[in-house]
C-alpha cells in the first residue's frame, strides 16, 4: 500500500506547476530527498482556530467530511514546521494574524467567505509580482533568494496546503473517489453523472 508520503509526492508530480516552487521542495523533503534546516515554528491555539476555519471555507463538510474532520489543519501545521523555510513561516503567519486583527473568527460565515474572497483578489496580485520575480532571476541561484524574502502568499500556502492534506487523507480519498481493487479491462466511461465519484485503481 502507498504511504501518505508517497501519494504527497505523486501529486506533486502529477499537477506539476500547479505548486508553488517551495511547496515542491517540501514534497522532496517529505520523501527524504532533501534536507532542510529545523526552524522553530508553532502555532497558538488562537492561530489553529483561524487556521482550522479557513480550511474549512476552501473545503467545507456536506454529505462528504470537510477539511477538519480529515485533520487539515495539524496536516498544515506540521508540513510547516517540518517542510518550508523562515519565508514561508513569516509570510503564513502574517496572514494568519491579519486575520485575527481583523476579528475573522467573529464575523458571521458570510462575513469569513468575503474577506477569503478579497484575500483570494490580492493573492493572485502578489503572484504575479512573486512569478516575475522567479523568472528574471534565472535557474542557477540558490533557492532563498529566487524565492524571495516575503515567501508565498499565506493564500497560496493555505489553499496549496488544504488541497494535500485533504486528498491524500483516507478521509478525503474516500470522499472522493471509488476505489476498484480489481477494474478488470480499462473502459473510458464518457457519461458520469454531475455526482458521480471518479475511479482511483
Known amino acids: 500500500m502507498m504511504?501518505?508520503?508517497?501519494?504527497i509526492s505523486q501529486i506533486a508530480?502529477?499537477?506539476?506547476?500547479?505548486f508553488?516552487?517551495?511547496?515542491?521542495?517540501?514534497?522532496?523533503?517529505?520523501?527524504g530527498n532533501a534536507s532542510i534546516v529545523a526552524a522553530d515554528f508553532s502555532l497558538t491555539d488562537a492561530q489553529r482556530q483561524i487556521v482550522s476555519a479557513v480550511a474549512e471555507h476552501i473545503i467545507p463538510r456536506t454529505s462528504t467530511p470537510g477539511a477538519?474532520?480529515?485533520?487539515?489543519p495539524a496536516f498544515i501545521e506540521m508540513m510547516l514546521k517540518d517542510c518550508y523555510k523562515k519565508p514561508e513561516h513569516n509570510s503564513f503567519l502574517k496572514g494568519v494574524n491579519d486575520l485575527a486583527k481583523a476579528n475573522?473568527?467573529?464575523q458571521p460565515a458570510a462575513g469569513q467567505v468575503a474577506m477569503l474572497t478579497l484575500l483570494e483578489a490580492n493573492t493572485k496580485d502578489l503572484m504575479k509580482s512573486y512569478s516575475q520575480?522567479?523568472?528574471?532571476?534565472?535557474?542557477?541561484?540558490?533557492?532563498?533568494?529566487?524565492?524571495?524574502?516575503?515567501?508565498?502568499?499565506?493564500?497560496?500556502?493555505?489553499?496549496?496546503?488544504t488541497l494535500l492534506g485533504y486528498y491524500t487523507s483516507e478521509k478525503g480519498i474516500e470522499a472522493s473517489f471509488v476505489y476498484e481493487p480489481v477494474p478488470g479491462k480499462f473502459e473510458l466511461i464518457t457519461d458520469m453523472k454531475p455526482t458521480q465519484k471518479s475511479f482511483v485503481y
Open 133 to 161: 520575480k522567479r523568472i528574471k532571476v534565472g535557474d542557477n541561484v540558490d533557492k532563498d533568494t529566487l524565492e524571495g524574502a516575503n515567501g508565498v502568499p499565506f493564500w497560496r500556502l493555505m489553499k496549496e496546503l
Open 13 to 18: 508530480l502529477l499537477l506539476g506547476g500547479a
Open 104 to 106: 475573522f473568527l467573529a
Open 20 to 31: 508553488t516552487a517551495p511547496t515542491l521542495m517540501a514534497m522532496d523533503v517529505r520523501k
Open 3 to 7: 504511504k501518505r508520503r508517497d501519494a
Open 68 to 72: 477538519i474532520d480529515a485533520g487539515v
